[in-house]
Each structure stands twice: as structure tokens, then as C-alpha cells.
């Protein structure tokens, strides 16, 4: 099992998604990164989905496909029992997609173990684990459930800049508020109009979809 850590925040924790989407977006098939976007501004799944526009990678993105590539020959040697786990299969970069959910994601890491499988991210960023990022994790949680019939109950963030890995649970209530953000962004995107933006000014900075932000310039 893995060490005791941090829950994820209930409802009401990160965005405030507000459920009922329209029949119409209800199907509306989501990247688990779509979660991780709509909680760092409501505007960017909708610029995927509702206008799709062309956007450059940025510095970050870049960046992060180079280290995935570089972590991943690192991990193959390294032992599992620094995520507190026993010996396993380590399966990398796993295609998982449910038609059921309509979701899909390339998740970076799972591991399977005798006491079960664990979804495992890899993220960039310095700091502590952000609440978007365990909610992708969870959104990879529900996925892994859905296409390979099993149970999860906890998954890891790896924080590549500082080495650390953090246990994330699978709680009843992280599972809800993650069904919750899929509905809002289904149904942001079936709205007319854009979303209002995020509340961080700051996240514009690096952000590829600024030049269509005229409010964010
Ligand atoms: S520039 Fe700012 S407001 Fe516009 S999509 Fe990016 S983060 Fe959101």
C-alpha cells in the first residue's frame, strides 16, 4: 500500500463547475488533460472544442515531451519502493480510452502490483502537487477502471523538479467532483459565448492561447 498522503479536496475544493450540460454536449468525448485545463482556466477546453484554433506549443510543453522521454529511462531503472509499493509491472505512456465516460488520455505511468494498480503522473512544475493536477490523476483513475476492470484506490503525482512523489486517494467524494468538472466543461463548451477567464492573472504569461484573449493582452 501506499503511504498514508493527502486526499483530494472535495467539492467546491478547485473550479466551481456547475453540472447540467445539454443533451447535446453530454457525449462530448474528453482528454483526462481536458480536466487539468478547465481547472487552470475554463477558456482553454473551450477554445479546443468550441473554436478550434490553431495554437503553437509553448516553452513549457516543449519542454515537458523532452523530459517525459528522459524521466522514463530513468524510472525503467529505479525502484518502485519509492512510491512505497513492492515490486511490479511498470507499463509507460498507456493508451486508455472509454467510450462509456467518453474520455480517453495517455496516462504516463501504471504500475501494477499484487495489491493493485496505480495511475501515476509525471509533472513539471515546481511547488507542491496543484489541485488540477490530482484531478487529472483521478480523471486517470476512473479511466484505468473503466478499460481494464478494476479497482483503484490511490494513484501517485510525481513531481519531476524536486524528486518527490505524492500519494493521491480515490476517494467517493474526488470521483464525484471529477464527474462534476466533465459536465461543466461539456457544458461551457455548448454555450454560446466565451468563458470567463481564469481568476490568475498570472497564468496568461505562458499560456499558448493568450494572442486570443483580448481581455488578457
Ligand atoms: S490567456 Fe489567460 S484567460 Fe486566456 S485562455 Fe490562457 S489562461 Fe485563460
Same mark, same amino acid.
Given at each position: ?18 453540472? &447540467? ?5 453530454? !457525449? ?6 481536458? =480536466? #487539468?485545463?478547465?481547472?487552470? $482556466?475554463?477558456?482553454?477546453?473551450y %477554445? ?14 516543449? %519542454?515537458?515531451?523532452?523530459e517525459? /522521454?528522459?524521466?522514463?529511462?530513468? *524510472? ?9 509499493? *513492492?515490486?511490479?509491472? +511498470? ?7 472509454s467510450? +462509456? ?9 501504471? =504500475?501494477?502490483?499484487r ?7 509525471? #509533472? /513539471? ?21 473503466? @478499460?481494464? &476492470? $478494476? ?5 501517485? =503525482? ?19 467532483? $471529477? ?6 466543461? +461539456?457544458?461551457?463548451?455548448? !454555450?454560446? &459565448?466565451?468563458?470567463?477567464?481564469? !481568476?490568475h492573472?498570472?497564468? $496568461?504569461?505562458?499560456?499558448?492561447? +493568450? !494572442? /486570443? @484573449?483580448?481581455?488578457?493582452l
Amino acid at each position: 500500500m501506499p503511504p498514508a498522503g493527502p486526499g483530494v479536496g472535495g467539492p467546491g475544493a478547485g473550479a466551481d463547475p456547475e453540472p &447540467g450540460a445539454s443533451a447535446a454536449a453530454s !457525449r462530448l468525448h474528453l482528454r483526462a488533460a481536458d =480536466i #487539468k485545463q478547465y481547472m487552470y $482556466c475554463p477558456r482553454i477546453p473551450y %477554445y479546443t472544442y468550441a473554436l478550434p484554433l490553431p495554437h503553437r506549443s509553448s516553452r513549457k510543453m516543449e %519542454y515537458g515531451l523532452e523530459e517525459h /522521454f528522459r524521466l522514463e529511462r530513468l *524510472e525503467k531503472r529505479r525502484r518502485l519502493s519509492r512510491y512505497g509499493l *513492492e515490486e511490479g509491472e +511498470r507499463r509507460f505512456r498507456v493508451a486508455l480510452d472509454s467510450p +462509456r465516460l467518453a474520455l480517453s488520455g495517455v496516462l504516463d505511468l501504471l =504500475i501494477t502490483t499484487r495489491l493493485g494498480r496505480f495511475p501515476v503522473e509525471f #509533472k /513539471f512544475s515546481a511547488g507542491g502537487p496543484r489541485l488540477n493536477h490530482k484531478y487529472q490523476l483521478v480523471a486517470y483513475a476512473l479511466l484505468v477502471e473503466d @478499460c481494464l &476492470g $478494476c479497482a483503484v484506490r490511490a494513484g501517485f =503525482i510525481y513531481l519531476v523538479p524536486s524528486q518527490q512523489i505524492h500519494p493521491v486517494w480515490i476517494t467517493a467524494e474526488a470521483r464525484e467532483f $471529477c464527474h462534476r468538472v466533465m459536465a461543466a466543461i +461539456r457544458d461551457s463548451v455548448a !454555450r454560446p &459565448g466565451l468563458p470567463e477567464p481564469t !481568476r490568475h492573472r498570472a497564468r $496568461c504569461r505562458d499560456c499558448e492561447y +493568450r !494572442r /486570443f @484573449c483580448g481581455d488578457r493582452l
